[in-house]
């Protein structure tokens, strides 16, 4: 079932507002502790649009964090997850307390760095990660070997892995020899490990990659472990822009 855009199921609202983790929130649906727009919701899976709807716990109203949007240049060898039960560093040590709530836009794997967006605004993650709206994710590529312009043509036409379609919108050859190819590489969708996975398809290994820009918002002279907020001005430019 697709969820509809800005809409989340009811479980995961209240900890992308920063009013509880998904655990607590499950808690008290099942418990019959919660409302929503006045009536009891025992369904964890029911749909809600969490800037609009109103949450009551035990008869008292909980309160929705201001939107928040930041835009963080991921570190190699961090973790996209709020926490690792194998006690790696994750993007949230970088952050401060007041925005260890925003959930992750997508995930970027630990060996790859770049620009990851955290938000507790449901509306704008689903319209970014939505396929439909074909969101441009830009990329700096090093693989091991020279990669040929007939294997840029096969990533651009999409190759087949474990029944998934792997495809780039967009490649640029910047820099070839034997022992390594330098590429500049467009995604429209965030597929696990689509680009690792689409060059191992073509015979190359990839040993450096770097997100630079996630539509409008590029990284430009951020150095890694630094964030900044994104004005709500830039947020509109995003949304009338696609």
């Known amino acids: 079932m697709k969820i509809p855009l800005g809409k989340v199921i009811l479980e995961r609202?209240?900890?992308?507002l920063g009013s509880a983790s998904r655990a607590q929130?499950?808690?008290?649906?099942?418990?019959?502790?919660?409302?929503?727009?006045?009536?009891?919701?025992?369904?964890?899976?029911?749909?809600?649009?969490?800037e609009?709807?109103?949450?009551?716990?035990?008869?008292?109203?909980?309160?929705?964090?201001?939107?928040?949007?930041?835009?963080?240049?991921?570190?190699?060898?961090?973790?996209?997850?709020?926490?690792?039960?194998r006690g790696r560093r994750t993007v949230f040590d970088l952050l401060p307390?007041?925005?260890?709530?925003?959930?992750?836009?997508?995930?970027?794997?630990?060996?790859?760095?770049?620009?990851?967006?955290?938000?507790?605004?449901?509306r704008l993650s689903a319209y970014l990660t939505d396929p439909d709206n074909a969101i441009l994710r830009t990329y700096i590529v090093m693989v091991e070997g020279r990669v040929s312009p007939?294997?840029?043509?096969?990533?651009?036409?999409?190759?087949?892995?474990?029944?998934?379609?792997?495809?780039?919108?967009k490649m640029v050859l910047r820099?070839?020899?034997?022992?390594?190819?330098?590429?500049?590489m467009e995604l429209t969708e965030g597929k696990n490990r689509e680009i690792r996975r689409l060059f191992k398809c073509l015979g190359h290994e990839v040993t450096r990659l770097k997100r630079v820009a996630f539509g409008p918002f590029t990284?430009?002279?951020?150095?890694?472990?630094?964030f900044r907020q994104l004005k709500h001005e830039e947020i509109s430019l995003l949304l009338n822009k696609y």
């Open 13 to 16: 609202a209240l900890s992308k």
């Open 150 to 169: 007939e294997e840029v043509q096969q990533a651009t036409q999409g190759v087949w892995d474990k029944g998934e379609f792997l495809k780039s919108s």
């Open 219 to 226: 990284l430009g002279e951020m150095q890694p472990g630094e």
């Open 25 to 50: 929130t499950r808690s008290w649906i099942l418990e019959g502790r919660l409302k929503v727009n006045g009536r009891v919701i025992k369904d964890p899976l029911y749909l809600v649009v969490p």
């Open 52 to 85: 609009k709807d109103k949450f009551v716990l035990d008869g008292k109203l909980l309160h929705r964090s201001n939107r928040q949007t930041i835009m963080l240049y991921k570190p190699k060898a961090v973790v996209t997850t709020r926490s690792d039960e």
């Open 175 to 184: 820099k070839v020899s034997n022992k390594e190819s330098h590429l500049i």
């Open 97 to 122: 307390e007041e925005l260890k709530q925003l959930h992750p836009v997508g995930r970027l794997d630990m060996a790859t760095t770049g620009l990851l967006l955290l938000t507790n605004d449901s």
